[in-house]
């Protein structure tokens, strides 16, 4: 590590800036609009605050669709602890691979985790980081086929190349990368997320759109 790193390495939020029509767009027909962007908040509020409560870890907000100020994105950044980033362009693989490069310049492990997962805390992230004492990339399983949670002791931008994003065959796919580019993996456990009207039928109570919002 250079004289600048992070012993505990850096947790990196990937979010979108939470606007009504612009966020959890396959919500929308059972929500509406602001129904959606209002789950959404919610979704963001606990990533950031499980992100917070983990000790150790440089915390890092990346948004796309900010405004130049940066909008929310930046005000919830701060008032969590996180510091606040412009996601790169391109797809989904190239923006994550970007924002982990740059976090394992400063650190020898990084954590990228999603804004989609009602299940994230503390000790989950925290069993991320720790997972990579003995392993190259950790996966956080998700219940659809993707996954929650990635991270690296060292960037590998080939592990996101030629997925198939926001399909039931990421995580098999990421599997097979990682295995043909020869690094190590463990598995958390697996957990939810929500992208799609049934996915709510579990969580109504717990993410209750019509409550205030963080």
Known sequence: ???????????????????????????????GAEGAARLYRRLLGIA???????????????????????GECAR???????TWHR???????TRMAAALAEALAF?????????????????????AFAAMDDRDAVLGPAADGGYVLIGLR?????????????????????RAALRRIGLTWTELPTLRDLDLPEDL???ADLLDTHRQLD
Do not use: N
């Open 87 to 93: 996601q790169s362009e391109g797809d989904l693989g």
């Open 154 to 174: 060292s960037p590998a931008p080939e592990a996101f190349a030629g997925i198939h994003w926001s399909s039931p065959a990421v995580l098999t796919e990421t």
């Open 76 to 82: 919830l950044a701060e008032a969590h602890g996180f």
């Open 107 to 127: 650190g020898d492990r990084a954590v990228l985790i999603g804004s989609d997962c009602p299940d994230y805390d503390a000790a989950y992230l925290s069993a």
């Open 48 to 70: 950031l605050r499980a992100g917070a409560a983990t000790h150790g870890a440089h915390r890092q907000l990346w948004c796309a669709g900010a405004p130049a100020e940066g």
């Open 1 to 31: 590590m250079t004289a600048e790193a992070t012993p505990g390495g850096t947790l990196i939020l990937f979010a979108r800036e939470p606007v009504a029509g612009q966020v959890k767009t396959r919500l929308i027909p059972a929500l």
């Open 201 to 203: 039928i579990e969580v």
